[in-house]
């Protein structure tokens, strides 16, 4: 799958190892390269969706269309599909598999 970053700040966070290390300690840079690594090596959203340690799922409320994978606890990564427009399914919901890009938005525990 291919990643897109909100901003250059962020993009160099998430791809640059020292700057991840000194922006997130040595344990969850390690975690967040593993999820980043996980999400590039998967062909759609559907396939993420089916590593348990990701924990891939929705948003709702203020974050609708929003979605996160988990890196350590409350700590998340916070994505949204990157095409226009949004693939879905004739009810409306996302469709996952035709999810192949998606654009990170943030980092962090959004509870």
């Not at 640059?16 to 390690?30: G, I, L, Q, Y």
């Not at 929003?66 to 996302?94: C, M, T, W, Y």
Request: aromatic share 6%.
């Amino acid at each position: 799958m291919e990643i897109f970053f909100a901003n250059k700040k962020l993009e160099r966070q998430l791809t640059d190892p020292a700057e991840m290390v000194k922006s997130f300690n040595k344990d969850r840079a390690k975690r967040i390269s593993q999820r980043l690594d996980e999400i590039r090596a998967a062909q759609n959203l559907e396939v993420l969706r089916t590593i348990p340690m990701a924990n891939c799922h929705e948003l709702t409320q203020d974050r609708k269309g929003q979605l996160a994978v988990d890196v350590a606890k409350n700590f998340r990564l916070i994505f949204e599909p990157h095409h226009n427009p949004r693939p879905s399914k004739a009810d409306g919901g996302l469709n996952w598999s035709q999810v192949t890009a998606i654009k990170i938005l943030t980092i962090g525990d959004y509870h």
